[in-house]
Nanobody, 123 residues
Framework: QPQLVESGGGLVQPEGSLRLSCAAS????????VGWFRQAPGKEREGVAC????????DYADSVKGRFTISRDNAKNTVYLQMNSLKSDDTAVYYC????????????????WGQGIQVTVSS
């Protein structure tokens, strides 16, 4: 059964760091663009960072530019999201998803989703 599984979330203090991982099983993630999305309570799901299949193109939400970095290791079938200088506004459930034909970090374009993982930024 092809699936994406997120890990690495948890509770962190403001200005702290976390690294999320999105591991694929049952298929080769190297053929897909991958995006990280998040949804806070009462808010719509939004794109955070996306990377194309080659890793040469990345896109970030303005709110995370300079703080978050998306990367991929196709040999490990995994995409990462390094999150630094975390703020309380970053608190949300984070999801990874894949897209066979990358055309931007748009929630509606991504077809297969992980189950999500909680990130809470609080002192």
């Amino acid at each position: 059964q092809p699936q994406l599984v997120e890990s690495g979330g948890g509770l962190v203090q403001p200005e702290g760091s976390l690294r999320l991982s999105c591991a694929a099983s049952g298929f080769a993630l190297s053929y897909y663009a991958v995006g990280w999305f998040r949804q806070a309570p009462g808010k719509e799901r939004e794109g955070v960072a996306c990377i194309d299949s080659t890793g040469h193109t990345t896109d970030y939400a303005d709110s995370v530019k300079g703080r978050f970095t998306i990367s991929r290791d196709n040999a490990k079938n995994t995409v990462y999201l390094q999150m630094n200088s975390l703020k309380s506004d970053d608190t949300a459930v984070y999801y990874c998803a894949d897209d066979l034909m990358y055309s931007g970090c748009n929630t509606s374009d991504f077809t297969s989703w992980g189950q999500g993982i909680q990130v809470t930024v609080s002192s």
